[in-house]
């Protein structure tokens, strides 16, 4: 077991070398109330992220009012040609890039002007109102697809020309066709000349 002695001329020998090592290194000085620590510039150097998380994800709070925001692929492995169709769909149905001027240091380097472009995608805006409008049009569009589908087994007559063995039911309103199998034991066959369990048993 260490005795007193041996225990503070290790903590005292641990002292001097951190005390070396420090003077190797560059003061660096801590602003106050623990609001970054200045560079060697002069600059104000902060942890902005404290931990890693989804890089495209946008605080509700950075999105104007009546404006919505997506993220929209301007390259695919370094390839930007293959998305000059889509980038032109976008545009004309509203789509705009957001400037990195308006959250400087945010998601763009501090002083970039230009669009904000992360992991090959822009972040664009256009007004909520036409977002609402493009939603409600694929709600439409999946409906009547479902509708049309609908329709086109009731039309077929699929229900009605069933065969024996064969139904189907409108369990479920909506989705469609449930179709069941059904097999009677046939007149050539043989009895079992067992007894089948009952469920549970």
């Known amino acids: 077991m260490d005795t007193e002695a041996e225990i503070q001329k290790v903590d005292g020998r641990t002292r001097e070398a951190r005390a070396a090592r ?3 290194r560059e003061p660096v000085r801590a602003s106050p109330r623990n609001e970054g620590v200045v560079g060697r510039n002069g600059e104000v150097l902060t942890r902005k992220r404290t931990q890693t998380g989804d890089i495209f994800h946008i605080p ?5 009012e009546g404006w919505s925001y997506q993220w929209c692929a301007v390259s695919i492995v370094g390839d930007k040609e293959i998305l000059m169709d889509q980038n032109l769909m976008m ?3 509203g789509w705009r890039p957001v400037p990195a001027t308006r959250y400087p240091g ?7 002007t230009g669009s904000i472009v992360r992991g090959g995608q822009m972040l664009m805006e256009r007004p909520q109102v036409l977002s609402d409008e493009a939603r409600a049009e694929d709600i439409r569009n999946a409906r009547k697809q479902m509708s049309d589908r609908n329709e086109s087994l009731m039309l077929s007559g699929v229900k009605n020309q069933m065969r024996d063995g064969f139904e189907m039911s409108g369990k479920y309103r909506g989705t469609g066709g449930d179709v069941r199998i059904s097999i009677e034991q046939g007149l050539d066959a043989p009895r079992p000349s067992h007894t089948l369990a009952e469920p549970g048993e």
């Open 91 to 93: 545009a004309e149905n």
């Open 106 to 112: 945010r998601f763009m380097p501090e002083g970039h």
């Open 22 to 24: 420090a003077q190797t």
């Open 60 to 64: 509700d709070n950075l999105v104007p």
